[in-house]
């Protein structure tokens, strides 16, 4: 069951660059900073209440995010709705009709399980599960 927004993922072309407008004129504080090789970003973690913001900056050309900023450039890249049964809510997007990315969950930043259903299917905006691992 989804259970609340876990983060926002926003791209960006440097967090670095994006660091300053969070931490000063925002005035959040960056809990982590961490890179998921797999896809190919670097992210930056900070706390909203209970809701995170994800900074994802590409390390690579082929990186979706990369692609994302070619297209769109920086802003909003996807919601990501908390989950206690990553598998089940899988299961139930499919069985609803919806287009499913990952059809198996991987490691995604924050040691959680992560998986993605294509933005086509959920009205322009690329929704993410995420389940923590522990
Ligand atoms: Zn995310």
New binding site residues.
Partial sequence: MISKI??L?IAVRSIDEALAYYQSVLGLTCEGREEVPSQMVK?AFFAVGEVHI?L?EPTSDDSPIAKFLVKNGPGIH?I?YATDDIHGQLSQAKESGARLIHEIPFE??GDKL?AFLHPKCSFGVLT?F?QAKH
Avoid: K
């Fill in positions: 876990d983060h993922g992210t994800e994802l996807h990501a995604g930043a992560v993410e995420c």
